[in-house]
């Protein structure tokens, strides 16, 4: 039997152990190190705000587009005013090719893992239509397309993950936001969409995207977060800032 001293400090210790709810995380390895990846371009209707690095591969710098952007000298980078970072792409001078190859792999690993998880807390939740809803962690699937209106609250300590599989398109519609209650992180927030993603006027997401086609964000929207693309990315006068 345990002595009172020893009894105190296995309460202690156990009240200091926190266990996150929900799957695991989804590990983005170097693609983590982009706030914009994509696979054949990144768009952008002037004036967009970017903070962190973007890049483009196997496409070339000609994809960056609408960015007015000034390659540096040494040619393995590049700036511009709508980005408080750098810019990348395949064809920038070396090591910055085989950088962004190994990104655009992470990210589809990334995607693939996401994409595998299986046993969802809810599947096909409440037909597709999310709207004044309040999530706790887990997995959630749907086998449709995903329209989001109004707010919808993640619920949750800083440790604890979302991932939504969503076999069609997510759509969030103007106005339609992403709250974080009780400690919530965007970067343990996890879209994977084997759709297209659109976010329209007003519309604020959370989370990492990993998207399998294109990610359009309209005047307005913003995302805090990441966008890993397989296709394209377009931006109008958009917002989209890690945190």
Known sequence: M????????????????????????????????FTILAKSGISTVPFSAITGNIGVSPSSGTSLTGF????????????????????????????????LTTAVLDMQAAFVDGNSRVLPNFLNLLGGGLSAQTLTPGLYKWTSSVNISGLLTLKGASTDVWIFQIQNNLLYGP?????????????????????????????????????????????????????????????????????
């Not at 000034?70 to 085989?98: I, K, M, W, Y």
């Open 2 to 33: 345990l002595s009172t001293g020893l009894q105190i400090l296995f309460g202690l210790l156990m009240l200091t152990v926190v266990r996150a709810a929900g799957p695991s995380p989804i590990n983005l390895a170097s693609a983590g190190g």
């Open 68 to 99: 007015s952007i000034t390659r540096a000298p040494s040619g393995t980078f590049a700036t511009s005013n709508q980005v408080v970072g750098d810019l990348l792409a395949a064809d920038f001078t070396s090591p910055t090719s085989s950088q």
């Open 175 to 243: 106005g339609a936001k992403t709250v974080l209650f009780g400690g919530a992180l965007s970067k343990n927030i996890f879209w994977i969409v084997s759709g297209d993603v659109s976010l329209l006027a007003g519309s604020v997401l959370d989370g990492v995207i990993l998207c399998a086609t294109k990610v359009a964000l309209v005047t307005g929207a913003a995302v805090h977060g990441r966008i890993l693309s397989q296709t394209a990315v377009t931006l109008e006068q958009s917002t989209v800032v890690p945190v």
